[in-house]
């Protein structure tokens, strides 16, 4: 499987999980994969810093503008190998079937 189609998978299977499942990312996970995804699908942060009050938006800006100059296909490679580390903290059938999946 290319980078492409496996972080294609990753996004898909982070974005369909369930808020209430088995799979729960912490906020920091949460964060490491929005900053990959961001510097994936557009490149350095081009947008201008959040507001002194808006603390989830400036935690977003900083996480995206920490990964400044990582490639496409190095932020893909990535938000997978998060992807594989937070699946493999779950002992599940579905868990391990993505982890399979995506190795």
Do not use: C, H
Request: charge should be neutral.
């Amino acid at each position: 499987m290319s980078t492409q189609a496996k972080f294609d998978r990753a996004v898909a299977i982070v974005q369909g999980l369930p808020k209430d499942g088995p799979v729960q990312p912490t906020q920091e996970d949460q964060l490491v994969f929005y900053k990959y995804y961001k510097q994936a699908t557009i490149g350095d942060v081009n947008i201008s810093r959040p507001g002194i009050l808006d603390f989830a938006g400036k935690a977003k800006w900083d996480a995206w503008d920490s990964v400044k100059g990582t490639s496409k296909e190095d932020a893909q490679v990535a938000y997978v190998a998060k992807l594989l580390e937070v699946l493999r903290r779950i002992d599940t059938t579905e868990a391990k079937g993505w982890v399979a999946e995506l190795e």
